[in-house]
């Protein structure tokens, strides 16, 4: 393969020339011959919608209520507030606006605009916001100025002093609470964008280092939601709750926000991830279906037994974005009245899903499969030699929604991807010969012991069994007679094993006794991301202490 066109930087430090890849149109042309890629753009999706159902009710946030014709009005009105601002077509925008209304209604006005927004949590350190920023020559964005106790009005300041940037708006500039009705909506606007563009650039879920810039097109993004509204039979009844950060790839695409509101549906933001608002919320909206973090599915059980509001609406509590544990897998239907939907995803690409009819044994262990028939999944030892089925191995992945490259990283891509585009994703999976994906680890999560690589997912899938472990995860620490020790911990009920209880308990279940943790640490909670993944950076820091 000749090396791929590289972007230059002037003197000012912005840079010319490609900064991503897209498709070759042979092979674009080819994806939309087979149904595999979307034709319109993310605004014509909506506007579709805009057009069957004017006065049927697109989104709830708070005391906003936004039919299709509002948001659409919204949209176009936000649309030109950023064109007053100077932003043009392929300008990036940078979004960091929580579970707002406004974070939608933004979201559009960007796209339709031409411009690409750039979705960024704001749990996001200012650090790594300003690096994004900067990395993503965004030349505005829209920054709330609070969330939860977090003060993000300094980092808007230091947006502002960026050479690239004219402009950073707060939410409440984009005014979607107020209900414009001057021009009936007619949901037949133009977009300044083609659907090969690139749409949006959202970034990588890695909890080391500043995040990972990915460039995602209508085309890609837009199959990729509709192919997962489809899979998880989202259709204009559909009522999706919104309980992780909007941001996140799974609560915009899987088939979240877009997805819903692609299909007709109605998008309810809750502002916490807490069971009771989600609860009140689910009663109120009759909601159909949310999605969640495994680290959340045990205080929604638990609360689910206490609560006095109704659920019988819920259809499907899709979890995913973290490995849900077999046990508390098989908790969710019988306890929640529900159907548990696993959700194995990245923001590069791959969707994989359980069958909402499955059966509930593949349900509660396996992690689904791929989405689309144009997914391409490897399962590879060290050497990328395909391994066979039930054995574990790296899987690497190519498809019509999944990205070929970073965006303006090209030392990077040749690390990430294969030399035929497929995307080195660091999951250890197995496949079945049905071709179900079970996640067992991470290619670098595990410790060292003496030699003996312990893979931590395997035992912290041991200790969840256990019914007086509520969390639990395993890092490796520096130790001078084995290089590394293992380190467990563990979220309990009651007083919690000891190291030797689990010792008694792992090898009379036949584990090997070297997968017995070397230590065992009680803690009140397992530290999160800003998405809910348990950080396990800062638990090897914990660990070393
Ligand atoms: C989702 O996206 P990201 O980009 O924040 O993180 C992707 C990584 C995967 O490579 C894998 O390591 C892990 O998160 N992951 C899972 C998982 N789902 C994601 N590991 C085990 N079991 C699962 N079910 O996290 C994401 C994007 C779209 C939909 C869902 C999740």
């Given at each position: 393969?000749?090396?791929?066109?590289?972007?230059?930087?002037?003197?000012?430090?912005?840079?010319?020339?490609?900064?991503?890849?897209?498709?070759?149109?042979?092979?674009?042309?080819?994806?939309?011959?087979?149904?595999?890629?979307?034709?319109?753009?993310?605004?014509?999706?909506?506007?579709?919608?805009?057009?069957?159902?004017?006065?049927?009710?697109?989104?709830?946030?708070?005391?906003?209520?936004?039919?299709?014709?509002?948001?659409?009005?919204?949209?176009?009105?936000?649309?030109?507030?950023?064109?007053?601002?100077?932003?043009?077509?392929?300008?990036?925008?940078?979004?960091?606006?929580?579970?707002?209304?406004?974070?939608?209604?933004?979201?559009?006005?960007?796209?339709?605009?031409?411009?690409?927004?750039?979705?960024?949590?704001?749990?996001?350190?200012?650090?790594?916001?300003?690096?994004?920023?900067?990395?993503?020559?965004?030349?505005?964005?829209?920054?709330?100025?609070?969330?939860?106790?977090?003060?993000?009005?300094?980092?808007?300041?230091?947006?502002?002093?960026?050479?690239?940037?004219?402009?950073?708006?707060?939410?409440?500039?984009?005014?979607?609470?107020?209900?414009?009705?001057?021009?009936?909506?007619?949901?037949?606007?133009?977009?300044?964008?083609?659907?090969?563009?690139?749409?949006?650039?959202?970034?990588?879920?890695?909890?080391?280092?500043?995040?990972?810039?990915?460039?995602?097109?209508?085309?890609?993004?837009?199959?990729?939601?509709?192919?997962?509204?489809?899979?998880?039979?989202?259709?204009?009844?559909?009522?999706?709750?919104?309980?992780?950060?909007?941001?996140?790839?799974?609560?915009?695409?899987?088939?979240?926000?877009?997805?819903?509101?692609?299909?007709?549906?109605?998008?309810?933001?809750?502002?916490?991830?807490?069971p009771?608002?989600?609860?009140?919320?689910?009663?109120?909206?009759?909601?159909?279906?949310?999605?969640?973090?495994?680290?959340?599915v045990?205080?929604w059980l638990?609360e689910a037994r206490?609560?006095?509001?109704?659920l019988?609406?819920l259809?499907?509590l899709?979890?995913?974005?973290?490995?849900?544990?077999?046990?508390?897998?098989?908790r969710v239907g019988p306890e929640l009245g529900c159907t548990l939907?696993?959700?194995?995803?990245?923001?590069?690409?791959?969707?994989?899903?359980?069958?909402?009819?499955?059966?509930?044994?593949?349900?509660?262990?396996?992690?689904?499969?791929?989405?689309?028939?144009?997914?391409?999944?490897?399962?590879?030892?060290?050497?990328?030699?395909?391994?066979?089925?039930?054995?574990?191995?790296?899987?690497?992945?190519?498809?019509?929604?999944?990205?070929?490259?970073?965006?303006?990283?090209?030392?990077?891509?040749?690390?990430?991807?294969?030399?035929?585009?497929?995307?080195?994703?660091?999951?250890?999976?197995?496949?079945?010969?049905?071709?179900?994906?079970?996640?067992?680890?991470?290619?670098?999560?595990?410790?060292?012991?003496?030699?003996?690589?312990?893979?931590?997912?395997?035992?912290?899938?041991?200790?969840?069994?256990?019914?007086?472990?509520?969390?639990?995860?395993?890092?490796?620490?520096?130790?001078?007679?084995?290089?590394?020790?293992?380190?467990?911990?563990?979220?309990?009920?009651?007083?919690?094993?000891?190291?030797?209880?689990?010792?008694?308990?792992?090898?009379?279940?036949?584990?090997?006794?070297?997968?017995?943790?070397?230590?065992?640490?009680?803690?009140?909670?397992?530290?999160?991301?800003?998405?809910?993944?348990?950080?396990?950076?800062?638990?090897?820091?914990?660990?070393?202490?």
């Amino acid at each position: 393969m000749s090396s791929p066109p590289r972007p230059t930087r002037d003197a000012q430090g912005l840079t010319h020339g490609p900064t991503w890849l897209p498709v070759p149109r042979t092979h674009a042309e080819h994806l939309v011959k087979r149904g595999w890629r979307e034709r319109r753009t993310l605004s014509e999706l909506l506007r579709a919608q805009v057009r069957s159902r004017p006065e049927h009710l697109a989104l709830v946030a708070g005391d906003v209520r936004l039919t299709y014709a509002d948001l659409d009005l919204h949209a176009e009105r936000c649309a030109d507030v950023l064109r007053t601002h100077g932003v043009q077509p392929g300008d990036r925008v940078l979004l960091c606006v929580g579970n707002r209304a406004e974070h939608v209604v933004a979201f559009y006005a960007a796209v339709r605009a031409g411009a690409v927004p750039v979705l960024v949590l704001p749990t996001l350190g200012d650090a790594d916001v300003r690096a994004v920023a900067v990395a993503a020559e965004v030349s505005a964005a829209v920054v709330v100025e609070r969330q939860g106790r977090r003060d993000l009005r300094d980092l808007a300041v230091s947006l502002r002093a960026l050479p690239h940037v004219r402009a950073v708006l707060r939410p409440q500039d984009l005014d979607v609470r107020s209900t414009p009705r001057a021009t009936p909506p007619t949901g037949s606007g133009r977009d300044d964008a083609d659907a090969e563009d690139l749409a949006l650039l959202t970034l990588s879920g890695g909890t080391t280092g500043t995040p990972k810039l990915i460039p995602r097109t209508h085309a890609d993004y837009g199959y990729n939601a509709l192919a997962s509204a489809r899979a998880c039979g989202v259709g204009p009844d559909a009522v999706y709750l919104a309980v992780l950060p909007a941001a996140h790839n799974f609560t915009m695409v899987s088939p979240g926000i877009v997805g819903v509101l692609s299909s007709g549906g109605t998008v309810v933001l809750s502002p916490d991830p807490s069971p009771t608002t989600a609860f009140a919320l689910v009663e109120r909206e009759r909601v159909t279906l949310t999605s969640l973090v495994p680290a959340l599915v045990p205080a929604w059980l638990d609360e689910a037994r206490r609560t006095p509001a109704d659920l019988g609406s819920l259809r499907i509590l899709q979890v995913g974005g973290a490995r849900l544990d077999d046990a508390t897998a098989r908790r969710v239907g019988p306890e929640l009245g529900c159907t548990l939907q696993q959700v194995f995803g990245m923001a590069e690409g791959l969707n994989c899903y359980t069958d909402p009819a499955g059966s509930p044994d593949v349900v509660c262990t396996t992690q689904g499969r791929p989405v689309s028939p144009g997914d391409e999944v490897l399962v590879v030892d060290e050497q990328d030699r395909p391994v066979p089925d039930g054995t574990p191995g790296e899987l690497l992945t190519r498809g019509p929604y999944t990205i070929t490259g970073y965006y303006g990283a090209r030392e990077l891509d040749t690390v990430r991807f294969t030399a035929d585009g497929f995307y080195r994703t660091g999951d250890v999976v197995t496949r079945s010969p049905d071709g179900d994906l079970t996640v067992v680890g991470r290619v670098k999560d595990q410790v060292n012991r003496a030699g003996e690589k312990i893979a931590a997912g395997e035992v912290e899938e041991l200790l969840l069994a256990r019914p007086d472990v509520r969390g639990a995860a395993v890092v490796g620490a520096p130790d001078p007679h084995l290089g590394e020790r293992s380190v467990a911990f563990l979220v309990v009920d009651g007083p919690g094993p000891t190291r030797e209880d689990l010792r008694r308990d792992l090898t009379g279940r036949g584990v090997t006794a070297i997968a017995v943790p070397d230590e065992v640490r009680v803690v009140a909670g397992l530290p999160l991301t800003g998405v809910g993944k348990v950080d396990k950076q800062r638990l090897r820091a914990w660990a070393q202490a």
